[in-house]
């Protein structure tokens, strides 16, 4: 007697054509599902509810960078442990050249550091390393501060203070209107690493500086006001004191009322 084999149900059809999709597709959202397997998504939906059920797939959020905001994810859990460990040991990989090269730029930077510091205590032979050498005496500047003065400001000569200012973008912008002549905010026109430099100074100088006469300007004129008179009375004490470092490493005349470092 011949025995049919019973044909599967739609459901059981659904079931498997949705199996065996997520086990080659990887994470698929529901839409993609239904495209890939000709299903209907509510049928697709039975199915992937079904599977759940069985402990065969999980269901979340798997590739963020493809969908940032896109619709829930199902994976087979097969799958997605494979993808899961293939992915810890990629990321570790990238780690480590990460790792090699930050160690190579930390390499470079204790390099240069080194050549930087070895300024401050040989023989200066040239005349911007004994700017710097100079400059390092006062308190509030540091070795990097002194090279970055010495290298990009001081390297040079200047005949008026105007002049400096202006090479440091901190000299004000002239303004004339034919009945009224007066100056405007600074240029900053000139050396941008200059400008930056000397305006973080000017912070430190004023906190490791307190009695120097230019830290008592700026508390008489700004006192306990904050915001915008602060930020352009600094931008004052910076070129004032752009001035003072200038005469200083020219003629050794230190700032009034600064502290060299013992």
């Given at each position: 007697m011949d025995h049919a084999r019973p044909e599967p149900s739609p459901d059981s059809a659904a079931v498997e054509a949705v199996r065996g999709h997520l086990d080659g597709l990887g994470p698929s959202t529901l839409t993609e599902l239904a495209a890939a397997t000709a299903l209907r998504p509510t049928l697709v939906e039975m199915a992937l509810a079904r599977l759940e059920s069985e402990g065969f797939l999980l269901r979340g959020r798997f590739d963020v960078e493809r969908r940032p905001?896109?619709?829930?994810?199902?994976?087979?859990?097969?799958?997605l442990a494979r993808i899961h460990l293939y992915t810890q040991e990629r990321l570790r990989r990238e780690i480590e050249r990460q790792l090699q090269r930050l160690a190579l730029v930390q390499e470079m930077i204790a390099e240069l550091e080194a050549e930087r510091d070895a300024v401050l205590v040989a023989p200066a032979a040239e005349p911007a390393a004994h700017k710097i050498q100079h400059l390092a005496k006062l308190k509030s500047i540091g070795p990097e501060t002194a090279t970055v003065l010495g290298r990009e400001i001081f390297y040079r000569g200047y005949d008026t203070r105007r002049q400096i200012g202006a090479y440091a973008g901190l000299a004000p912008s002239p303004f004339n209107s034919g009945r009224m002549v007066r100056d405007q905010g600074i240029s900053k026109a000139g050396n941008r690493r200059a400008r930056t430099t000397m305006i973080e100074l000017a912070w430190l100088w004023l906190r490791y500086q307190p009695d120097s006469a230019l830290s008592q300007w700026f508390r008489e004129r700004v006192g306990g006001a904050k915001g915008r008179l602060k930020r352009i009375m600094?931008?004052?004490?910076?070129?004032?004191?752009?001035?003072?470092?200038?005469?200083?490493?020219?003629?050794?005349?230190?700032?009034?009322?600064a502290v060299l470092k013992v």
């Open positions: 905001e896109g619709e829930e994810e199902f994976c087979a859990r097969r799958l600094i931008v004052a004490l910076a070129r004032k004191l752009l001035v003072a470092l200038w005469r200083y490493v020219e003629t050794g005349l230190v700032p009034t009322g």
